[in-house]
C-alpha cells in the first residue's frame, strides 16, 4: 500500500540545522510531486515546501526562503527537506504528502491524497 515516512527530526538550538527525510513506498516516485507541510500547536497546517515529480520545480512559502532547501533522489524514492538556520517559529510537527491534483495551489491541502505520520521539529534553547 502507498506509504509516506518522515524522519529526521529532533531537537536543535536556533541557528541550527536538521535534514528531514520521506521515503516513499507502494507506488513509483517518479511520477508524484511531493509537498512538505507543518503543524505548530494550535495552529493550522502551511505547506512549506514543495518539488515537483522531476524536481525542476520547487516552491516555498517566504518564511523559510534562503534557509530551508528541498530535493528529490528518486532512485532511492526519498524527498528531502534541508533545514538551515533553523528559528523557534520553525518548530512544529512536519508531514510530507503526495500531490494527486492540479485544481488549486501547492500549498493547498486538499490537493494531496496520502500524508505520512509525521515527525517532530523543535528549536529551542
Known amino acids: 500500500q502507498v506509504q509516506l515516512v518522515e524522519s529526521g527530526g529532533g531537537l536543535v538550538q536556533p541557528g541550527g540545522t536538521l535534514r528531514l527525510s520521506c521515503v516513499a513506498s507502494?507506488?513509483?516516485?517518479?511520477?508524484?510531486?511531493i509537498g512538505w507541510f507543518r503543524q505548530a500547536p494550535g495552529k493550522e497546517r502551511e505547506g512549506v515546501s514543495y518539488?515537483?515529480?522531476?524536481?525542476?520545480?520547487?516552491y516555498w512559502i517566504d518564511s523559510v526562503k534562503g534557509r530551508f532547501t528541498i530535493s528529490r533522489d528518486n532512485a532511492k524514492n526519498t524527498v528531502f527537506l534541508q533545514m538551515n538556520s533553523l528559528k523557534p517559529e520553525d518548530t512544529a510537527v512536519y508531514y510530507c504528502?503526495?500531490?494527486?491534483?492540479?485544481?488549486?495551489?501547492?500549498?493547498?491541502?486538499?490537493?494531496?491524497?496520502?500524508w505520512g505520520q509525521g515527525t517532530q521539529v523543535t528549536v529551542s534553547t
Open positions: 504528502a503526495r500531490r494527486k491534483t492540479y485544481l488549486s495551489t501547492w500549498s493547498n491541502r486538499s490537493e494531496y491524497d496520502y
Open positions: 507502494g507506488f513509483t516516485l517518479d511520477y508524484y510531486s
Open positions: 518539488i515537483s515529480s522531476g524536481g525542476g520545480v520547487t
